[in-house]
């Protein structure tokens, strides 16, 4: 998705001027911007505030958590019911199903009690004409005493076909132990239903809810996200004004055994190189050694790009970046997790960086630049003796503070250009950038951090590890801009969860717990002083 960009944010946050009052992080049992570990000064505009910890009474959840605990068989039907519409949405041929899955969760929300729920049509889509899914919209509550929360989630998942290597049905939730397998059950049907298993709990108990609640469940998050910038644009001042935060839950924990909560994503410029030769395919035997061959032209661009260490060969894209301070290096300092933990998650031991430090920086602060394919040449089973006449190399940057889209792009498209004169090539060679979301990052100690930190104490009996993400979540940053508010990112899966992969799961603590967590964070939040 092409995302609205902020150059004033760009101004105003900036995490490299976090100062941590320890030299040393400690955990003894305190949060985690106790005595033990505070941000004494976050850089927001051009000065300095003080960010003290926050102390409340934590609220009685002992009623809310048994009725979650009760509602599990519940509330595994209601995720096997979403699982089994296979609502994905870069497929014309499941397109209507997809609207299918936004028209059921609006008649779940209505079920529940949300109030002034609709379907926010959006037209054709771009470039295909194929219908856009609907935004699904609802309320819950309209107290203006209350704070306001928009909670977001997207119906719709990606491909998967059973002879793809899948275990299971993907369509069809299965359960084996406390394990729940199926397409969007981690990514984010099983996080969407989360919130409407708070609404069951709370509405069964007969409890107040202490916040207004605004839902924005999109289902085109996985083709881009294309119509939902220009429909929070145009609902800015109606649908949805007086948002007062947002919680998105649609990432995961690091690993696989402590709970975390998000702050920041890398961004994500991709690009495609296109190399024309022959005006058709040709044949080896009768052209090869007597024309430039567009794959040979490629291969070598793409060896200049990038090294099997994953150092990015473009000049200038290092000096864009943000310079790591001592003090924002201490925060991985505290990361629960390691190499063996890392490799447990890619099942393999193929991690470049030797500590759980540089792989975790590697991962999350500093650009990376990778390859995902070829369009135009051979690629299936056996063999073809062809050269192809135009080819298309695709790959992306994962952008960090402080990289500048435009600048990027400027840097990459040079390069490529300069390279390929290098060859003395007669083909034609172009790059150009396919689509770019901008980075983002938050104030871990503002309220809403607060909130999200104590709720997930109160569910794991730990403090959360705050994290940022490799991945990117164009989406952030379009709420926070053109809502003004605050976003946190409170993720209920964990990192094992092969979200986009096959055999997706979800497990159940962390379904059941997380909804737990969800609904806690709501009633923190309520007793948080806005900052």
């Not at 609902?235 to 696989?256: H, M, P, Q, R």
Request: aromatic share 10%; charged share 25%.
């Amino acid at each position: 998705m092409l995302c609205k960009r902020s150059s004033q944010w760009h101004r105003y946050i900036d995490l490299n001027k976090i100062f941590i009052s320890n030299a040393t992080i400690r955990r003894h049992g305190a949060t985690w911007w106790s005595r033990d570990i505070q941000i004494n000064r976050f850089q927001i505009g051009h000065h300095h505030r003080q960010v003290s910890s926050s102390t409340s009474t934590m609220p009685n959840f002992e009623a809310l958590f048994k009725k979650i605990d009760e509602l599990k068989p519940a509330f595994i039907k209601r995720l096997a019911d979403a699982v089994a519409i296979p609502s994905v949405s870069a497929d014309e041929a499941h397109r209507p199903q997809v609207v299918k899955m936004g028209e059921w969760l609006a008649e779940e929300l209505k079920q529940l009690g949300a109030t002034d729920v609709e379907l926010k049509e959006l037209g054709p889509q771009p470039h295909t004409g194929w219908p856009l899914p609907p935004i699904v919209v609802g309320r819950w509550g309209t107290d203006p005493a209350k704070k306001t929360v928009l909670l977001y989630g997207h119906y719709d998942v990606q491909p998967a076909l059973k002879e793809d290597g899948w275990s299971t049905e993907p369509f069809e939730l299965t359960q084996k132990g406390e394990i729940l397998y199926g397409r969007g059950a981690t990514d984010d049907k099983g996080p969407v239903m989360g919130w409407l298993n708070v609404l069951q709990a709370h509405k069964e108990l007969g409890l107040e809810i202490p916040v207004n609640l605004v839902f924005c469940f999109e289902g085109m998050e996985e083709s881009g996200s294309e119509g939902l910038d220009g429909l929070i644009e145009q609902e800015a001042d109606k649908y949805f004004k007086g948002i007062d935060a947002v919680c998105i839950s649609d990432n995961y924990w690091l690993g696989t055994k402590h709970p975390v909560v998000t702050y920041g994503v890398r961004g994500v410029s991709y690009y495609e190189i296109t190399v024309k030769g022959p005006a058709a395919d040709l044949h080896s035997g009768l052209f090869g050694g007597l024309v430039h061959e567009p794959m040979v032209d490629l291969s070598y661009l793409f060896s200049k790009l990038v090294t099997p260490k994953g150092e990015i060969l473009i000049p200038g894209i290092k000096e864009l970046v943000a310079p790591l301070t001592k003090e924002e290096d201490a925060l991985y300092d505290a990361i629960h997790f390691d190499i063996p933990g890392l490799e447990d998650n890619i099942g393999s031991k193929t991690i470049i960086q030797d500590n759980i430090k540089d792989a975790l920086q590697a991962r999350w602060r500093y650009p990376s630049l990778s390859l995902h394919g070829v369009e135009g040449a051979f690629y299936e089973k056996g063999a073809k003796t062809v050269i192809p006449a135009t080819v298309k190399g695709k790959f992306s940057i994962r952008t960090v503070p402080n990289i500048e889209p435009a600048k990027l792009d400027e840097l990459v498209i040079k390069y490529v250009e300069d390279q390929f004169k290098t060859l003395g090539s007669k083909n034609v060679a172009t790059c150009e950038l396919v689509h770019a979301g901008d980075y983002w990052v938050s104030d871990p100690s503002n309220w809403s951090y607060r909130a999200a930190a104590k709720a997930t104490k109160a569910v794991w009996g730990v403090d959360p590890d705050f994290t940022r993400e490799g991945g990117s979540i164009p989406i952030t940053l379009s709420f926070q801009n053109l809502l003004k508010t605050s976003v946190v990112l409170l993720p209920m899966g964990r990192g094992d969860d092969g979200a986009h992969s096959t055999n997706e799961k979800l497990d159940v603590p962390n379904y059941i717990e997380g909804t737990k967590t969800l609904g806690a964070y709501l009633h923190y939040l309520s007793e948080e002083t806005q900052d």
